[in-house]
């Protein structure tokens, strides 16, 4: 089965965009916790996702070289709410990577 090809626009350029182990280790060294341990916040998820186009970008030899400051003052909630549903419809979040979907508390 072929994943969806997934590309965030920023500045006029499309930017690949997927969840990769390189995308969580990036997102430890950013915030100092894991992917399984984002709280679904703004902070979080745009945190990801410039870590998921970082790696994305790296991995194909795309030239990346915006800040996350920087990504997150060219991005609008439009993209985060939209890159949110393509995590819902097809990649597994990243809590579900190993098969099994976190819990929630109660």
Do not use: H
Not at 72 to 96: R, S
């Amino acid at each position: 089965m072929e994943k969806k090809k997934v590309e965030i626009l920023i500045d006029g350029k499309a930017y690949p965009c997927r969840q990769t182990m390189g995308a969580m280790l990036r997102f430890k060294q950013e915030t100092g916790k894991e992917a399984t341990e984002m709280d679904g916040g703004f902070t979080d998820l745009c945190t990801y996702l410039w870590c998921c186009i970082a790696s994305a970008c790296s991995a194909d030899k795309i030239d990346f070289d915006l800040s996350l400051m920087e990504f997150a003052d060219a991005i609008d909630p439009d993209v985060m709410e939209e890159w949110t549903k393509t995590l819902d419809n097809g990649e597994a979040k990243p809590e579900e990577k190993d098969g099994r979907k976190k819990k929630k508390s109660k």
